[in-house]
C-alpha cells in the first residue's frame, strides 16, 4: 500500500500530521476534493495501516518537541549487515523514520533529541552499530514549511 500512496494521499497525512483533529469538511477544503473523498481515503489508510492511530499530544510534550534537536543522518551500511543495522536504529526512538536512498548513502535517518549533550551520546551509539561504515549528521536548523 505504500507505493501506492497519491498525492492527494500524501497531502492528507501531512495535514493530519500537522492536527489530527481537523475536521473532514476542512480536509477537504484544503484538499479541493468532496468529504467522501476525505473521508474514504482515510478510512482506506487505516484499514491497510498506514494510519495507526490518533495521538494527543500534550503541552510539555508539544514543547520539548519544539526545542528538539532534529538532525538528518546519512548513513552507509555493509549490505550484508543492512537488517542487523534496521532493526538496531528501530530499537531507538529517537529515531523517527529511515530511509532506503541510492547514490553515496544507504540510509537516510531523521533524528530528534531533547537537546545536544543528548544528541551527541546518541550519535555516539548509533556510529558503535555492527555494520555501519561511515555516517554524515546534518543538523536541521529551521523547518521552512
Not at 505504500?2 to 469538511?25: E, P, Y
Not at 552507509?76 to 542487523?84: F, I, L, P
Amino acid at each position: 500500500m505504500k507505493n501506492s500512496l497519491d498525492d492527494i494521499d500524501r497531502q492528507l497525512l501531512a495535514l493530519l500530521r500537522k492536527n489530527a483533529r481537523m475536521s473532514v469538511v476542512e480536509l477537504a477544503t484544503k484538499l479541493k476534493v468532496s468529504r467522501a473523498t476525505v473521508q474514504n481515503r482515510i478510512s482506506k489508510l487505516e484499514k491497510n495501516e498506514i494510519i495507526l492511530g490518533y495521538t494527543v499530544k500534550l503541552k510539555h510534550e508539544a514543547e520539548v518537541e519544539s526545542n528538539a534537536v532534529k538532525i538528518v543522518m546519512s548513513i552507509s551500511v555493509e549490505a550484508k549487515d543492512e537488517a542487523e543495522v534496521l532493526k538496531a536504529l528501530q530499537s531507538f526512538h529517537e529515531v523517527i523514520s529511515v530511509y532506503h536512498t541510492n547514490g553515496h548513502w544507504d540510509l537516510i535517518a531523521e533524528v530528534r533529541a531533547e537537546n545536544l549533550s543528548l544528541l551527541g551520546g546518541l550519535l555516539v551509539r548509533i556510529r558503535a552499530i555492527k555494520g555501519i561504515i561511515q555516517t554524515e549528521t546534518n543538523l536541521l536548523l529551521d523547518q521552512i514549511f
